[in-house]
């Protein structure tokens, strides 16, 4: 008997063209729930033109949508209700400490207390900085703190637009396994872009490529790296397929 997979994302005939040209036409594609998608392509090539429609923050020309069934454009609330999101660059309040600005986000959700706040700080390895000012902090640290923001209100889909960036090694050995882990324990969803290859490679259980405004190709990792030696040559294989059509 064939079970039905939730759909977490549903896009559809997704259009939001710039005066340049640029943008993204068409696009079409869907994340089950339970995937970590990774949302590769060159700069210029939609990606975060994409996250912005996709977290309400954008308006398309044309097309739709739909977060766990609630469509973005015509049910924003409900659409949102369990999503956390950083799209572009993570943004705080310089002049209140790390503690101070999770407590301000907090006021949003009707659940999120103390203990929990403490909690995501220790998950994303700031409780040592809590008192300290954001302004203080480095592009990595404002980047943790970033992150420990989206996850304060448990949700079942994070949308990350460039979740690494700014982080050192250690860093990025520690959200790797923070992605894996609240995958695994708590069922969470994740649509990420990133331009490191070698973590989206280890991390991620899908692999969406986009090229030009236009969905180039979708599939598995373990499925790729079955034809491909790595991620990077099938990606550099599908850019240049793609920039020769």
């Given at each position: 008997m064939c079970t039905l997979t939730t759909k977490a994302i549903e896009i559809t005939n997704l259009t939001k063209m710039y005066d340049n040209g640029r943008g993204i036409s068409n696009l079409n594609l869907q994340v089950d729930e339970g995937?970590?998608?990774?949302?590769?392509?060159?700069?210029?090539?939609?990606?975060?033109?994409?996250?912005?429609?996709?977290?309400?923050?954008?308006?398309?020309?044309?097309?739709?949508v739909k977060i766990f069934g609630a469509s973005v454009q015509d049910d924003y609330v409900n659409a949102m209700k369990h999503v956390g999101c950083i799209i572009e660059?993570?943004?705080?309040?310089p002049y209140l400490t790390a503690n101070e600005n999770l407590k301000l986000f907090a006021?949003?959700?009707?659940?999120?207390?103390?203990?929990?706040?403490?909690?995501c700080l220790e998950i994303t390895?700031?409780?040592?900085?809590?008192?300290e000012k954001s302004r203080r902090f480095s592009?990595?640290?404002?980047?943790?703190?970033?992150?420990?923001?989206?996850?304060?209100?448990?949700?079942?889909?994070?949308?990350?637009?460039?979740?690494?960036?700014?982080?050192d090694v250690e860093g990025m050995l520690e959200m790797r396994k923070l992605i894996k882990r609240l995958?695994?324990?708590?069922?969470?969803?994740?649509?990420?872009?990133?331009?490191?290859?070698?973590?989206?490679?280890?991390?991620?259980?899908?692999?969406a490529v986009v090229y030009g405004?236009?969905?180039?190709?979708v599939d598995?990792?373990?499925?790729?790296?079955?034809?491909?030696?790595?991620?990077?040559n099938y990606f550099v294989s599908e850019v240049d397929r793609n920039a020769r059509v």
């Open positions: 995937d970590i998608y990774a949302f590769l392509g060159p700069n210029g090539a939609g990606k975060t033109t994409a996250m912005k429609v996709m977290a309400g923050l954008m308006k398309p020309d044309r097309g739709d660059t993570a943004e705080s309040y006021r949003f959700y009707p659940d999120v207390d103390q203990t929990r706040i403490d909690e390895g700031m409780l040592k900085y809590k008192h592009l990595g640290m404002k980047q943790r703190l970033g992150i420990a923001a989206a996850i304060l209100s448990r949700p079942k889909l994070l949308i990350l637009d460039e979740p690494l960036n700014g982080l995958s695994q324990e708590e069922g969470t969803t994740f649509f990420i872009s990133s331009h490191l290859i070698h973590d989206v490679e280890l991390t991620c259980t899908r692999v405004g236009k969905l180039v190709s598995y990792t373990q499925d790729i790296l079955s034809n491909y030696s790595s991620l990077e």
